[in-house]
């Protein structure tokens, strides 16, 4: 079992920033893949960004190149999602996820949720 808890979550304006953190705990060992997701009320949950857990490699979504940037912190066991000049359209629920197969795209991919941290932009 592998548990995830998100923190950073809040309400800024538009244009600024906020850091959401991670932290996974238990059979860490097993993930591959560290995720993003977001989801807004009444859309489809999200992919935002990945990162492998063990490599450097990272996956963006097109909305969030420029903006959004994952990095993690192994020592710590902790993941983190960097948002930049957010716009309200980034308003949502954001999870964090981890996956013990490798894949990174789909909310299948993966293995294990936080329970999520509300990001609210306003304008």
């Known amino acids: 079992q592998v548990q995830l808890v998100e923190s950073g979550g809040g309400l800024v304006q538009a244009g600024g920033s906020l850091r959401l953190s991670c932290a996974a705990s238990?059979?860490?060992?097993?993930?591959?893949?560290m995720g993003w997701f977001r989801q807004a009320p009444g859309k489809e949950r999200e992919f935002v960004n990945a990162?492998?857990?063990?490599?450097?490699?990272?996956y963006n979504a097109d909305f969030g190149k420029g903006r959004f940037t994952i990095s993690r912190d192994n020592a710590k066991n902790t993941v983190y999602l960097q948002m930049n000049s957010l716009k309200p359209e980034d308003t949502a629920e954001y999870y964090c996820?981890?996956?013990?197969?490798?894949?990174?795209?789909?909310?299948?991919?993966?293995?294990?949720w936080g329970q999520g941290t509300q990001v609210t932009v306003s304008s």
């Open positions: 238990g059979r860490t060992f097993n993930i591959l893949v």
């Open positions: 996820a981890a996956s013990l197969t490798g894949r990174v795209w789909a909310p299948g991919d993966y293995d294990y």
């Open positions: 990162i492998k857990w063990n490599a450097d490699n990272t």
